[in-house]
């Protein structure tokens, strides 16, 4: 039977580079690794066929790889839901004046979008009016999502020169 040193020197690099190609950050990588030895070093007496260490190892590292996710994930979701909800519970009641200026900007930014020509305004309606994504809009109006793109972009540009009349 191998000893724990002689596992590590054998597939311990592999094991790393394997991590890294995982999480693609070195410092993760260096973490997990880390909690990869620590729990194969707790394991170790329980494995009795020398044969399935390497992937005894590689296996270990793929779950650790997996809970980081998994807890990374959840921790995103918190922030976007708990913390967003907290944030919006506390914020001050808007002023009045505020609200009307915020609702003459967004209907002078109505008025601008409708100079466009049609081909550019229907996109830029779509997309920010109506909250479709550029895909949908491509399959509504049954143009190549290229198309789209560019009519979004032109649409912008032609908009971006309109716009600094309102700041």
Not at 35 to 54: C, G, Q, T
Not at 133 to 151: D, F, G
């Amino acid at each position: 039977m191998k000893s724990f040193d002689d596992l590590v020197h054998a597939y311990g690099i592999a094991i790393y580079k394997y991590i890294f190609s995982l999480v693609g950050h070195k410092e993760l990588a260096e973490d997990l690794y880390q909690e990869v030895l620590l729990s194969a070093y707790l394991a170790y007496p329980s494995i009795k066929e020398e044969s399935k260490y390497k992937s005894w190892l590689f296996t270990i590292a793929v779950n650790k790889c997996r809970d980081y996710w998994r807890k990374e994930k959840k921790s995103k979701q918190f922030w976007k839901e708990e913390v967003y909800s907290y944030s919006v519970a506390c914020e001050p009641t808007s002023i009045p004046e505020e609200e009307v200026l915020h609702k003459l900007s967004a209907e002078q930014l109505a008025e601008k979008v409708m100079t466009l020509p049609e081909i550019y305004r229907y996109p830029i309606y779509l997309y920010y009016y109506q909250d479709l994504t550029l895909l949908e809009i491509a399959t509504k109006s049954n143009l190549p999502m290229s198309t789209v793109k560019t009519r979004m972009r032109r649409a912008k540009e032609r908009l971006r020169p309109k716009m600094l009349s309102l700041a």
